[in-house]
């Protein structure tokens, strides 16, 4: 069974301040992973995807993840916060394997202080 | 290229009673997903077709729940009779290959 474990259900940086949004997963399996933002009133937006190529993986908005498996993490980061980048992101986990569900973690809120 | 659709974007029922709900995919996508967002909580997968069959519905309350996708393309969700804890966003999200990609959901409120 696969699981996504995402350390703090709120972080808060300041504009221009580093951001990071940790996300341990669990498979038994080589995995997929992807992050997602949502706004509020919206649905899920793809951020980036993880699927066994390069490890350091670039998305939109800046963001960009690395996925290291010794340490079972792929972990969110943006070098520089926006005050639009306030919103909650999901970790989430699949592979290519069985019926391949797509499962989520409890998601981190950004709050970014001006 | 269109997007998820889901309609209606927000319902309010009172409990006992019955909804549904519509997803139209993105065109060619042979997988989809319905999740249940409860407020301060990550989507739930509720169940999840492959063309037209259904490949996991584990979480599925399948007492009250229901779900089709009739000829592979658009699906509907049913919950009846409703419940109060089953105020939540519905998701729906397709996927081609791997991720997926979502509707902007239906929040229902059940009071």
């Known amino acids: 069974a696969q699981s996504v474990t995402q350390l703090g259900s709120h972080v808060s940086v300041s504009e221009g301040a580093l951001v990071l949004l940790r996300c341990n997963y669990s498979s038994s399996v080589p995995p997929y992973l992807f992050w997602y933002v949502q706004y509020p009133n919206q649905g899920l937006q793809l951020l980036l995807k993880y699927t066994s190529a390069a490890t350091l993986v670039k998305g939109i908005n800046g963001f960009e993840a690395e996925f290291k498996k010794s340490e079972t993490s792929f972990h969110l980061t943006k070098p520089s916060a926006h005050m639009s980048d306030a919103a909650e992101y999901f970790c989430a986990v699949t592979n290519l394997q069985g019926a391949q569900k797509l499962v989520f973690g409890q998601g981190t809120r950004l709050t970014i202080n001006p | 290229e269109a997007g998820v659709a889901q309609s209606p974007r927000y319902k309010i029922i009172e409990k006992r009673q019955s909804v549904a709900f519509w997803c139209n995919p993105i065109?060619?996508?042979?997988?989809l997903y319905w999740y249940q967002q409860i407020l301060g909580q990550g989507p739930k997968l509720l169940i999840q077709?492959?063309?037209?069959?259904?490949?996991?519905d584990s979480q599925l309350p399948k007492d009250r729940f229901s779900a089709e996708r009739l000829k592979g393309v658009d699906s509907t969700l049913k919950i009846q009779p409703a419940k109060l804890e089953d105020s939540a966003v519905y998701l729906c999200?397709?996927?081609?290959?791997?991720?997926?990609?979502f509707g902007q959901g239906t929040r229902l409120t059940v009071v």
């Open positions: 999200a397709s996927s081609l290959i791997w991720g997926a990609f």
């Open positions: 077709f492959q063309n037209n069959g259904v490949v996991d």
């Open positions: 065109s060619g996508h042979a997988t």
